[in-house]
Nanobody, 125 residues
């Protein structure tokens, strides 16, 4: 069992930066690949980034590549999403999730079995 709590969302102007954190409870955190997803109003949840259990591999959606960075600190049971050069189209609720699939680092939401409650990111133009 893993419980996830996101923080760090807020209102920022276009071009600005935010750093999201996802704190996990449970001693098995370091064994999970982790992902960040987002869901804008009226749209489906979409993949943003993923990181493997050790932090040695990452994957990004094309829409955020070069602007967002996913990282993790297993000693702190925390995964991060550094978001730079934010755009109004990045406005969404951002969720972190733990991958329970056999393959790991899935881009599909149904590969993830544990989800946080989400944190709102709003980018003004």
């Amino acid at each position: 069992q893993v419980q996830l709590v996101e923080s760090g969302g807020g209102l920022v102007q276009a071009g600005g930066s935010l750093r999201l954190s996802c704190a996990a409870s449970g001693r098995s955190f370091s064994s999970y690949d982790m992902g960040w997803f987002r869901q804008a109003l009226g749209k489906e949840r979409e993949f943003v980034a993923a990181i493997n259990w050790s932090g040695g591999r990452t994957d990004y959606a094309d829409s955020v590549k070069g602007r967002f960075t996913i990282s993790r600190d297993n000693a702190k049971n925390t995964v991060y999403l550094q978001m730079n050069s934010l755009k109004p189209e990045d406005t969404a609720v951002y969720y972190c999730a733990a991958d329970i699939s056999a393959w790991g680092m899935q881009r599909r939401p149904n590969g993830y079995g544990y989800w946080g409650q989400g944190t709102q990111v709003t980018v003004s133009s």
